[in-house]
């Protein structure tokens, strides 16, 4: 995503208070739909209640967007963020099962009124789920910037294969294949710096 399309934080927020801006919501939901799943996937949901608990959690921040003040004295957006997915997977797994899940591992808050009020552990797990997404939400933001090959070898290196079995089944240099992988991760790694500033 280039530069000039990149909304900060605090902009970002901003526009998608207003529910008749589709694009801001559109780029609002590009940052945050994968975020909330892997939330919710953390809880112990499939793959699909996990879709339906985002669609549903995506609709609870939506509606309460235009009252929200952000004071981040109180917490970090995407930790209001993680309560409202708590509280949104609550209520699907008492309406819905599955009941492997103990309602009680998810006491991630229940502040959905747009007043921030976050506890420190929720706060923590937060921040260690935004972590994990960073690179991912980078390398999605980056990978425009490559060839095809650039990333079939980056995303190879990153799964453990060998650099002589990736050069031969990508027909490159093993030589290629260090520099491939180094363009990739030096690109990835000022993104996700980039990232940490304006998300």
Known sequence: MSEDNMLTRVTLIGKAKDQNDDRAWAEFTAYYRKYIYNLVRRIGLNHHDADEVVQITLVKIWNAMPEFQYKPEKGRFRSWICCIAGNSAKNFIRSNGPSHISLSSIDWGNDETGEMTIRPEVEALAEQEWERYLPELALKNISGNFDRKTLQVFAMCRQGIPVPEIAAKLGLAE??????????????????ERLKEEL
């Open 175 to 192: 030589s290629s294949i260090y520099v491939y992988k180094q363009r990739v991760k030096q690109r990835l790694t000022e993104e996700v």
